[in-house]
């Protein structure tokens, strides 16, 4: 009885401050990026500990110079969830994050396997459609049980139960195309940069994203059982190199992500230079309405009445978009008419001979 009493107080707390967090969210106009970068596992809690290899340590070098480039750029406001070996709780990495109403969640850690699997890959929160998914979110979730009142916590969550896992999306589907976006940009850096092996963008049930109210993701950087990826991920030139490929990843991400929000509030600046006809001729616009594992027919019933929504599988995901046009001018109105019908988190792609570039690319092209 005592502890239902606790479950509702808790539920009810947890609710209170996701709407608190909600309301400041859609009240406040931005006038800074704010990003929450995430060390995983720390103090007690070192992680997986393959060929000797310490995870936490590997994960708050990598996080600590990501925050350092950032900081040297400008322009990005970044807040650790640690910064030293300590343990923090899964629940309180994203409560840091919402309580900084940041914009952004990033958590980087490095995977183990019994074989020599090998390369990087970044997860948004969904439920898993394989068990290797699974496999991984087990792994990370296990570390609640380190956590002294984790029943209390998270609510009778039990990692290693598939059931557990239903409906534990809920919270971030409103941020899964955002999240998809910079999960994109990242794997894209560590695959063209740095030449290592793409295992994809990927979902799974990772409880350091589930209350997070905020675009997330969880960045495998690889195996430290693997002979050669371990060695590289400990030694200060790979770690310096994965930290670069995020860094850039991040910053691409905030400027897509700063072009579409500057003109909600209608300030953008290219206002200014008149949009009529503002044709690219070589880049098609699109508007990404959504972005998931459903396989949906393109009717206008599933798309809150637009017409004429595409289908694309990339990545093992299904993206939903709307329009097509090289009119730049055009693209804003269609995206303002889908922000209408709906679909306030979309936003605007850019393709160049059918490959994604940002938008900011694409504007600098003429
Ligand atoms: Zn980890």
Redesign the pocket.
């Known amino acids: 009885m005592r502890t239902n009493l606790l479950k509702l107080f808790v539920f009810f707390f947890i609710f209170l401050t996701s709407l608190q967090c909600l309301l400041a969210f859609n009240d406040k106009p931005r006038d800074r990026f704010i990003v929450v970068l995430d060390a995983?596992?720390g103090g007690k809690d070192p992680?997986?500990m393959g060929n000797g290899f310490k995870?936490k340590d590997i994960?708050l070098n990598i996080i600590l110079k990501i925050g350092k480039a950032l900081e040297r750029k400008g322009g990005i406001e970044v807040i650790y969830t640690r910064d030293s070996d300590v343990f923090i709780p899964l629940d309180k990495r994203a409560r840091i994050a919402n309580e900084a109403d940041a914009d952004l969640f990033v958590s980087v850690?490095?995977n183990a396997h019994n074989s020599q699997a090998y390369g990087t890959e970044t997860f948004v929160l969904g439920l898993h459609k394989t068990k290797e998914n699974f496999e991984v979110a087990k792994k990370?979730n296990s570390v609640i049980f380190l956590e002294e009142d984790y029943e209390v916590t998270y609510g009778g969550f039990n990692p290693n139960s598939p059931e557990s896992y239903i409906g534990m999306a809920l919270m971030q589907e409103e941020y899964l195309n955002q999240s998809i976006l910079l999960a994109d940009f990242v794997q894209k850096n560590f695959t063209n940069d740095l030449k290592r092996k793409d295992r994809g963008v990927k979902q799974a049930g990772f409880l350091v994203l589930k209350n997070a109210v905020m675009p997330s993701v969880l960045i495998e950087t690889g195996f430290l059982t693997n002979n050669h990826e371990g060695p590289y991920l400990n030694s200060t030139g790979g770690q310096n190199k994965m930290a670069a490929a995020i860094v850039e990843a991040i910053d691409k991400y905030a400027s897509s992500i700063n072009l579409s929000s500057l003109e909600n509030i209608g300030q953008v600046s290219v206002s200014n230079t008149s949009l009529e006809n503002e044709i690219y001729d070589d880049i098609t616009f699109k508007i990404q309405l959504a972005a998931g594992s459903k396989r949906l027919e393109t009717k206008a019933y599933n798309f809150k009445g637009l017409q004429n929504v595409e289908r694309s599988r990339e990545d093992g995901l299904y993206k939903y978009y709307y329009g097509a046009t090289s009119n730049y001018t055009k693209i804003n109105e269609l995206h303002k008419e889908a922000k209408q019908n709906g679909y306030p988190s979309s936003y605007i792609v850019a393709f160049k001979d059918g490959t994604k570039i940002t938008v900011n690319d694409a504007l600098k092209s003429k």
């Open positions: 995983g596992h992680g997986n995870e994960a850690h490095c990370e």
